[in-house]
């Protein structure tokens, strides 16, 4: 009877999770994807626009060659295809034209290849995120965060730093010298240099469209202060922990708060998702299993 009775129990609790399939999260922020693809377009647009600036210089292009084919990947084009073949086809076709005329030396042609490759990637936003998403400030804000990651990453890059830009952990709040860690401002890579500041600017001018549309947003004057004291640090190369605060402390935090950014940390990346709740079933089932045959005696089985 006893063994009968915790073979229902557990039968019927694991049961019940089978069928209550809808997972749990720590913080439940469905716009993320949205806001990848807001940022991925963002950022490719930076890059090609780039790219134009360095027209038969094959150093600089094959720098932005390899950024693109990060934000870039065959799964993106593979997952547009689900939703538009022309875009699939597009889209990446028009990104290597702009690398081939860009090394053959050809201007014009890189100009209107970055033209054309804009109107693709701003055909494939409302392909790509639904209506709903496309309007809510608070994924438009948390793409905004994705490209200021992007820009910290580059930074760091440039400044060759042994120190993770987007770890809090890693900045220095007393301004004092860190032992042992590289807070250099001398740029070695002049390429990705370069990017960061342009997309440092992108995030800005993507944050100034979010805050033009929400202007009664009490933080909105207070963040772009934030971006403004970046750009200019970054444009006179400070040192890594200046740029970080620049960020974490002047950026993020208000612009979490105010744009409700909900399980985000301080640096913007959003929380992971904590156990689905069928198997979050089973483990408490097979636990109360356990205790109740270990225990059936003082519990009157």
Same mark, same amino acid.
């Given at each position: 009877?006893?063994?009968?009775?915790?073979?229902?129990?557990?039968?019927?609790?694991?049961?019940?999770?089978?069928?209550?399939?809808?997972? $749990?999260?720590?913080?439940?922020?469905?716009?993320?994807?949205?806001?990848?693809?807001?940022?991925?377009?963002?950022?490719?647009?930076?890059?090609?626009?780039?790219?134009?600036?360095?027209?038969?210089?094959?150093?600089?292009?094959?720098?932005?060659?390899?950024?693109?084919?990060?934000?870039?990947? $065959?799964?993106?084009?593979?997952?547009?295809?689900?939703?538009?073949?022309?875009?699939?086809?597009?889209?990446?076709?028009?990104?290597?034209?702009?690398?081939?005329?860009?090394?053959?030396?050809?201007?014009?042609?890189?100009?209107?290849?970055?033209?054309?490759?804009?109107?693709?990637?701003?055909?494939?936003?409302?392909?790509?995120?639904?209506?709903?998403?496309?309007?809510?400030?608070?994924?438009?804000?948390?793409?905004?965060?994705?490209?200021?990651?992007?820009?910290?990453?580059?930074?760091?890059?440039?400044?060759?730093?042994?120190?993770?830009?987007?770890?809090?952990?890693?900045?220095?709040?007393?301004?004092?010298?860190?032992?042992?860690?590289?807070?250099?401002?001398?740029?070695?890579?002049?390429?990705?240099?370069?990017?960061?500041?342009?997309?440092?600017?992108?995030?800005?001018?993507?944050?100034?469209?979010?805050?033009?549309?929400?202007?009664?947003?009490?933080?909105?004057?207070?963040?772009?202060?934030?971006?403004?004291?970046?750009?200019?640090?970054?444009?006179?190369?400070?040192?890594?922990?200046?740029?970080?605060?620049?960020?974490?402390?002047?950026?993020?935090?208000?612009?979490?708060?105010?744009?409700?950014?909900?399980?985000?940390?301080?640096?913007?990346?959003?929380?992971?998702?904590?156990?689905?709740?069928?198997?979050?079933?089973?483990?408490?089932?097979?636990?109360?299993?356990?205790?109740?045959?270990?225990?059936?005696?003082?519990?009157?089985?």
């Amino acid at each position: 009877m006893n063994k009968k009775f915790t073979s229902l129990l557990l039968v019927g609790v694991i049961g019940s999770g089978l069928i209550y399939v809808h997972p $749990a999260f720590a913080h439940n922020f469905g716009g993320d994807q949205s806001a990848s693809w807001l940022a991925k377009v963002a950022e490719i647009k930076t890059e090609v626009a780039n790219v134009a600036k360095h027209v038969g210089q094959q150093d600089a292009i094959d720098y932005y060659a390899d950024t693109l084919g990060e934000y870039w990947t $065959a799964n993106d084009t593979k997952e547009m295809g689900e939703k538009n073949a022309l875009l699939q086809k597009e889209i990446p076709s028009m990104i290597n034209s702009t690398l081939d005329d860009a090394t053959s030396g050809n201007q014009s042609m890189v100009d209107n290849d970055v033209a054309k490759l804009g109107g693709y990637l701003d055909e494939s936003i409302p392909v790509r995120i639904d209506k709903d998403k496309l309007g809510n400030s608070t994924v438009q804000a948390l793409a905004v965060t994705f490209v200021i990651k992007e820009a910290l990453e580059k930074y760091g890059n440039a400044v060759n730093s042994t120190v993770d830009l987007n770890d809090m952990s890693q900045m220095n709040m007393s301004g004092d010298n860190m032992s042992g860690m590289s807070m250099s401002n001398t740029v070695v890579n002049t390429n990705a240099y370069e990017n960061s500041v342009s997309l440092a600017t992108t995030a800005q001018q993507m944050f100034h469209d979010v805050a033009s549309t929400n202007p009664n947003v009490s933080g909105n004057s207070k963040i772009s202060d934030g971006f403004t004291k970046l750009i200019q640090d970054l444009n006179s190369k400070a040192d890594v922990n200046t740029i970080m605060m620049d960020v974490h402390v002047g950026i993020h935090p208000t612009l979490i708060e105010s744009y409700n950014i909900q399980g985000a940390d301080a640096h913007g990346t959003p929380s992971v998702p904590e156990f689905p709740m069928p198997a979050l079933l089973v483990i408490i089932a097979i636990a109360g299993a356990v205790i109740a045959t270990r225990f059936k005696s003082q519990i009157g089985f």
